[in-house]
């Protein structure tokens, strides 16, 4: 065994004053080299758990006297030092291991996350109509007459309207395969779906057309929010962030705050970093990183309870008659009050439209109350298929909770978004009268005419995450 075999196997120290005195020293490796060994001090490495991963050994001390314990003190301080590097080593080894096995997942996923090139090219072969054609710039579009592909050929033509293939050097079958992939990525719920990711990028079209928001803020803004909006629900599995807390879901665990949003935000990344979908390859480092910045703060702005922390400060901006939109803070502060606006924007669609959209809407969130009750939690009124009959009482409560006070403060800073406004105050009136039909009572029949006159509570009940 020897004497390393001997600690290693050990784990005791041993200090030698004399190896050929020493039963367990072995003279073999002296007789072969001619060297003389003498004294000896061999001690066991041990790593962060204690466990032995090596040994240390000191031969013959240069004045020719035995080790004595002020060596042995100085020695197992570098043993130590030596047992952390190991382990260090091993950790670094294990970090490179999982960074590329994360990669390679990483690789995996995104084949299959991203479109085609066959796909690309069909989509980059169809003619796409003007904007007059399909009506983009309205606000009381519909797109629950458009299909699939007249929802990509539309997403193009956006870009297109706004100048950014141009602006920005985007290459045309590039975008082809970004917004096929964005569509691939979409899950098939009832609500949080590709067609609404759609419909909300066309009111933020809308808005920085026929609002001329786009004489507001800059270039690279613009088509960061245009592109946040189609990503903005990527991967949406149709519960919302209070369930994925309750649930203690992964997606909990990786991210403390706005749960779906950060997660929405680290699949457009995905997308945008995917082979033959980089559409921002040809911006300058700088402009690139702006962007990125952009699109994640513009999608986790469609967290409500980040809509809640900011309105306030929005309110006051657009009350001021000297209100300077060239500041950065207040522009940014005004780019999430548009990610907002947009995602609730089918509030303010023509009738028949908000009256499907509020069903589907309803829809998914009954499907959730219906796994809350799977874990014996009582959902909630707007969870709770039993209370399908107050569908009319809780959109009222959700127009004046959050849809007209974000909507009235725009129509203040900006007179051109009125039709946002107007379609809402509509829908509230339509929607007392289909509570009056089937009798509920406890209709607030006048709507929030202040800020201040909101609950906070039953708007955040209300939200769509």
Partial sequence: MGITGFVATTGQTLNISDAYNEPKFDSKCDEQTGFRTKQMLCMPIRNANGTIVGVSLLVNKIDGVAFNKNDEEMFEAFAIFCGLG????????????????????????????????????????????????????KFSFNELRFTEDDMLIAGIRMFHELDFFNKFRINYETMCRWLLSV?????????????????????????????????????????????????????????????????????????????????????????????????????????YSQVTRLVEHAILSTDLAVYFKSRGDFFNLVKSKDCDWCDEENREILRGMLMTACDVSAISKPWEVQKEVAELVSGEFFEQGDLERKLNVEPEDMMNREKHHLLPKMQVSFIDAICLPIYKALTIGFEKLYPLKKGTEENRENWLKEGRKVGISGLKEKGVTDEKDVDESEATSSSKH
Wanted: charged share 20%; proline share 1%.
């Fill in 86 to 137: 190991i382990t260090n080593t091993h950790m670094y080894e294990n970090a490179c291991r999982a960074v590329a096995k994360q990669r390679v997942a990483l690789e995996t996923l995104s084949y299959h996350a991203t479109a085609s090139q066959e796909e690309a090219l069909r989509l980059k072969k169809m003619s796409i109509p003007s904007n007059t054609e399909l009506g983009l710039a």
């Fill in 183 to 287: 569509r691939k990525n979409y899950r098939n719920v009832t609500y949080h779906n590709w067609k609404h990711a759609f419909s909300v990028s066309q009111t933020m079209f809308a808005i920085l057309k026929t609002g001329q928001l786009c004489n507001v803020i800059s270039d690279l803004e613009c088509m960061a929010l245009l592109v946040a909006c189609f990503c903005h629900d990527l991967d949406h599995r149709g519960t919302n962030n209070k369930y994925q807390i309750m649930t203690e879901s992964s997606l909990a665990q990786l991210y403390s705050t706005s749960v779906m949003e950060h997660h929405h935000f680290d699949q457009c990344i995905m997308i945008l970093n995917s082979k033959g979908c980089e559409i921002f390859n040809n911006l300058s480092p700088e402009d």
